[in-house]
């Protein structure tokens, strides 16, 4: 089966400018997670969906980050304006059962390198 | 606050054993997970334990102490292509079930 895939690769914008991330998750998985690693610390969790409803949000940085997944397949995380601070490798992951579930690992994609400049 | 502790770096040689351990003060524990992952590349799922003591999968370990907030990632039989970061994650509920993730260690496996 097809892993989880994110594009683009690496994404160099300038301040101010808007990037649009994409993840397309493991077929037939429900819950979709975004991930960021911000340079020299560790990854942290930004959002959940389960299908197409965000179930926890709670790790958005701020209101210029929206997610959305319409139609509960593909995901896309928007970066509009993008600042300084928001570079780093953001991670997309999929699981067929949510983590409550036992022993329900996260699949991660390759991650998006965004550099703002 | 949530609170997760590994080393930066290990250095080890080939056809040796390692063991990465890492701490934990976290709230909501529900498991622990170890992940690999190669430069550039996706983190990996190695293991995973909820309860205390020793799962063993193949040339990879993994060991858990609650009580201590403990674990630990023992690797046998080095390989080369076992240099990667290997990553700490610990599940926890707080809103919602989330992993929370120690900054990982780099492994580096020498002939």
């Known amino acids: 089966e097809a892993g989880v895939t994110q594009f683009p690769s690496h994404s160099v914008i300038e301040k101010g400018q808007t990037v649009t991330l994409r993840c397309d998750p493991i077929s037939g998985h429900d819950n979709l997670y975004w991930y960021r690693r911000v340079m020299g610390k560790e990854i942290k969790f930004l959002l959940h969906?389960?299908?197409?409803?965000?179930?926890?949000e709670s790790g958005m940085p701020n209101n210029r980050f929206l997610a959305e997944r319409t139609g509960g397949t593909y995901s896309t995380l928007k970066v509009q304006p993008a600042e300084l601070e928001d570079s780093g490798v953001y991670f997309c992951a999929s699981s067929q059962e949510a983590l409550s579930s036992y022993n329900s690992p996260l699949h991660f994609g390759n991650g998006t390198r965004l550099t703002v400049t | 606050g949530q609170n997760i502790d590994q080393p930066t770096e290990m250095t080890a040689t080939e056809g040796a054993i390692v063991q990465i351990n890492c701490t934990y003060q976290?709230?909501?524990?529900?498991?622990l997970f170890w992940y690999q992952q190669h430069a550039g590349e996706a983190p990996t799922f190695l293991s995973y334990n909820v309860l205390d003591g020793l799962e063993e999968k193949g040339r990879f370990s993994s060991f858990l102490s609650r009580s201590k907030g403990y674990s630990y990632l023992l690797l046998k039989e080095l390989q080369m292509k076992d240099s990667a970061s290997y990553l700490c994650?610990?599940?926890?509920?707080?809103?919602?079930?989330?992993?929370?993730f120690g900054s990982g260690t780099r492994l580096l496996v020498r002939p």
């Open positions: 976290t709230s909501g524990f529900n498991g």
């Open positions: 969906f389960v299908k197409e409803s965000k179930q926890d």
């Open positions: 994650a610990v599940k926890i509920l707080d809103s919602s079930y989330k992993l929370i």
